[in-house]
């Protein structure tokens, strides 16, 4: 079960949700929203995590424009939602976010070792903490967006997974090929792509969950996150 705290910035703190594993310890990972923010389903993530032996993190990321706003998977939380992420100042919020990297690393409980996930807009923001704050391991679900960042590709040293839908109007093919063909050469980012998945298809108890997507993205994820954050 997730704990609500406090991570203070230069000019201000923001809510997040920390779900610990049994022992307390181990490496950290930042748990990245959707536009829905860090729901119930996004904590359930970080429990998910937390049980994998991680300390896993989940921000408030609209903090600066109306905090402690969770939106539910419905029409008018895909609204609102929208509404807030049209407000967003992406490069102020990476900058935010390093604050709980920094918690994540210097807590005593936690080994120092960082990793980043995100779906939708945490998805590029799961990218952007890989290209700009130094995560030790990134994965990104149906990233919107990733490609109007290409340009930052070349900071990316951690290993990195990006995870996406094969029907997916808000990032289609052609972004996709962009992105592909950005990471041809690239020897520690691996790119899937789920044929018979939509966007959102890791909402496991919402639609357009999509079972056996899921699951092989999490298999894989799992096995990154172990690998490189597992001391």
Not at 69 to 86: C, I, S
Request: charged share 25%; net charge negative; glycine share 8%.
């Amino acid at each position: 079960m997730a704990e609500k705290l406090k991570i203070h910035t230069n000019d201000g703190s923001y809510t997040s949700f920390v779900s610990y594993p049994t022992s307390r310890q181990g490496p950290g990972i930042l748990v990245l929203p959707e536009i829905y923010n860090s729901n119930e389903h996004i904590r359930d993530v970080a429990d998910g995590l937390a049980d994998q032996g991680f300390i896993a993190l989940a921000p408030d990321v609209f903090w600066r424009i109306e905090p402690n706003r969770y939106l539910p998977y419905t029409e008018a939380g895909l609204k609102e939602g929208r509404t807030l992420n049209q407000q967003l100042d992406v490069d102020q919020l990476i900058k935010d976010l390093k604050y709980g990297l920094d918690f994540l690393r210097a807590n005593r409980e936690t080994s120092g070792v960082v990793g980043s996930i995100g779906f939708c807009l945490g998805g590029k923001l799961s990218y952007l903490c890989a290209a700009r704050l130094g995560v030790d391991a990134a994965v990104s679900y149906y990233g919107v967006k990733i490609d109007d960042y290409l340009d930052e590709a070349e900071n990316i040293t951690c290993p990195m997974i990006l995870h996406f839908a094969g029907n997916d109007s808000r990032v289609p093919e052609k972004a996709r090929d962009k992105i592909a063909k950005k990471f041809a050469e690239s020897k520690t980012v691996d790119i899937h792509v789920y044929p018979e998945a939509l966007h959102g298809f890791n909402r496991v108890g919402y639609p357009p969950h999509h079972e056996g997507s899921a699951e092989l993205a999490l298999k894989r994820t799992l096995h990154l996150f172990h690998q490189y954050l597992v001391p």
